[in-house]
C-alpha cells in the first residue's frame, strides 16, 4: 500500500510558477506510475500529467503542455510537478496518484490517492 501526501500549494499570480511535491510512503514507490490530476469547483477530475517508473514515459494534458513539468526521484520517494506561466483557470485542487498499471490519464487506473493541495491563481 501506498499513502501519498501533497505540498506546495498555494496563492500565485497569473503568470506565476509553483512547484509542488507529492511525497509516498513505502519502499515499492519505485515500482509505481504515477499521475497528477486536478479538480475546480463543480467540475470534473482531470487528467494533469503522467510519469512511468523509470521517468521514461510522460503524459501531459493539452491545456497544460508546454506549461507544466512532471518528473520524479525514486530515491526520495517523491514526484513533482512544476508549474509555470499559470492561468486563472489553473484555479484547482491538485492530486498526485499512484498505479500499479502503466501510466494512464484515466483517473479509474489510479490505486492510491493524496488528499490534494491547493492552488488558487489570480488574475
Known amino acids: 500500500q501506498v499513502q501519498l501526501v501533497e505540498s506546495g500549494g498555494g496563492l500565485v499570480q497569473a503568470g506565476g510558477s509553483l512547484r509542488l511535491s507529492c511525497a509516498a510512503s513505502g519502499r515499492t514507490f519505485s515500482s509505481y506510475d504515477m499521475g497528477w490530476f486536478r479538480q475546480a469547483p463543480g467540475k470534473e477530475r482531470e487528467f494533469v500529467a503522467a510519469?512511468?517508473?523509470?521517468?521514461?514515459?510522460?503524459y501531459y494534458g493539452h491545456s497544460v503542455k508546454g506549461r507544466f513539468a512532471i518528473s520524479r526521484d525514486n530515491a526520495k520517494n517523491t514526484v513533482y510537478l512544476q508549474m509555470n506561466s499559470l492561468k486563472p483557470e489553473d484555479t484547482a485542487v491538485y492530486y498526485c496518484?499512484?498505479?500499479?498499471?502503466?501510466?494512464?490519464?484515466?483517473?479509474?487506473?489510479?490505486?492510491?490517492w493524496g488528499q490534494g493541495t491547493q492552488v488558487t491563481v489570480s488574475s
Open positions: 510519469i512511468s517508473w523509470s521517468s521514461g514515459s510522460i
Open positions: 496518484a499512484a498505479t500499479r498499471q502503466i501510466a494512464t490519464m484515466t483517473r479509474y487506473e489510479y490505486d492510491y
